[in-house]
């Protein structure tokens, strides 16, 4: 049988791989799945204990209850600060970023953005929820708190990114630009071992996974390339949950699609929180990830923290072929008299 190798054990003998590596890194990995861990314990007794509840309800004993979303967040906001391996944290629970005073004056140069609970809607009814996170070197200057340039990064620039799902077993994936390696959790010690080593995304797959039931109100090109999907006769998965949907895909397959809408004319899911960091883990092992325009995530220059995106995520194989449909099917931009274009469909 082979040796067992833990996320800790794996993580430093990554950092050995890079002679000038100062072990930052490597420490702000560990306090992740350190906090991964305790957001596992109560996402597993979270149907025991209410605190599935809306912020600020009160429990059977009258204690204040906190909704498992924001308790999620407290626990990492808390395992980053007490790190001192960075300077600044922005969570898709924040309306602004966190700056993190330096410990024992070390000057951290790193910043984590994540979503600390995605999917949460879906958690009292014990669908898979999850973390997503992305690590930045700092632009500022480390003589000082970080700045908003310091999140306001493209995707192209992640030095790490992963994501912990909380599901039938716990897993967590990451990647540091080099392969995507995943780690499943042995509650029986309390670790995370390495169980899926150099993660490779299929060419193509069985499955498509979009909200169906919002079909009418997707530009043309997309319901074209979902008719042809079903046509195909792939099968429609749809977790709801972006980080489970992807998973799936990750391992399996597929193409995972949130366009925009009327509702949400410039996409629904976060460019830092949710679509950077798992574009970052499916370009890694192979995969591709676009808006529904093909412009590739990563290269999106986000202006503010809470900027949202259309996505096309999954087996490169598939996200090519709707790029023929984007092609063959997107209303023409309307020509203006002065060259200018208004960017509203004739
Ligand atoms: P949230 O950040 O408000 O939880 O929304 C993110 C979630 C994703 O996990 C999921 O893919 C999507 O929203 C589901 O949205 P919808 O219910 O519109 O299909
Ligand atoms: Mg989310």
Same mark, same amino acid.
């Given at each position: 049988?082979?040796r ?14 890079? /002679? ?7 420490? %702000?990995? +560990?306090?992740?799945?350190?906090? @991964?861990?305790i ?12 605190i %599935?509840?809306? @912020? ?13 979303? %924001? ?65 930045? #070197? ?34 967590l ?10 780690f499943? %959790? ?11 080593r ?5 060419? #193509? ?18 319901? #074209? ?36 809408? +009327?509702?949400f004319?410039k996409?629904?899911?976060?460019i ?11 370009e890694? @092992? ?9 412009? #590739?995530?990563?290269?999106?220059? /986000?202006?503010e ?17 709707? +790029? ?8 023409p931009?309307?020509?203006?008299e ?6 509203? /469909?004739?």
């Amino acid at each position: 049988m082979s040796r067992i190798v833990t996320l800790d054990e794996f993580i430093i003998q990554r950092q050995k791989d890079f /002679p000038y590596a100062s072990g930052e890194l490597t420490g %702000l990995l +560990r306090d992740i799945g350190v906090a @991964a861990k305790i957001v596992n314990r109560e996402v597993n007794k979270a149907g025991l204990v209410s605190i %599935l509840g809306v @912020a600020n309800a009160e429990n059977a004993t009258g204690d204040e209850v906190q909704k498992l979303d %924001l308790y999620a967040n407290d626990k990492l906001i808390d395992c980053l600060k007490n790190s001192g391996e960075c300077c600044g944290i922005a969570s898709e629970e924040n309306e602004g970023f966190i700056s993190i005073p330096s410990i024992e004056s070390k000057k951290a140069k790193y910043v984590v953005v994540f979503d600390p609970l995605d999917g949460s809607s879906n958690i009292d009814v014990n669908v898979s929820v999850g973390t997503i996170f992305g690590i930045y #070197r700092r632009k500022s200057k480390d003589t000082g708190p970080c700045e908003m340039e310091d999140f306001l990064q493209k995707g192209s620039e992640l030095v790490a990114g992963g994501y912990v799902i909380y599901g039938t077993s716990t897993i967590l994936v990451y990647s540091t630009g080099s392969g995507v390696n995943g780690f499943t %959790l042995d509650p029986s010690i309390g670790e995370f071992c390495l169980s899926h080593r150099d993660i490779k995304i299929p060419d #193509r797959g069985n499955y498509y996974s979009v909200n169906q039931g919002y079909y009418l109100k997707f530009d043309v090109e997309m319901r #074209r390339y979902i008719d042809y999907c079903s046509d195909l006769n792939l099968r429609l998965r749809y977790i709801g949950s972006m980080v489970s949907d992807v998973h799936r895909t990750l391992f399996k397959g597929g193409i995972f699609l949130y366009p925009n809408t +009327r509702k949400f004319p410039k996409g629904k899911l976060r460019i830092l929180y949710e679509c950077n960091p798992l574009s970052f883990i499916v370009e890694q @092992a192979g995969g591709k990830a676009v808006t529904c325009d093909m412009d #590739r995530i990563l290269d999106i220059k /986000p202006t503010e923290l809470h900027q949202r995106s259309s996505i096309a995520i999954g087996s490169p194989g598939m996200i090519d072929e709707m +790029r023929d449909f984007v092609q063959k099917y997107s209303m023409p931009t309307p020509y203006v008299e002065n060259g200018a274009s208004n960017g509203t /469909p004739a």
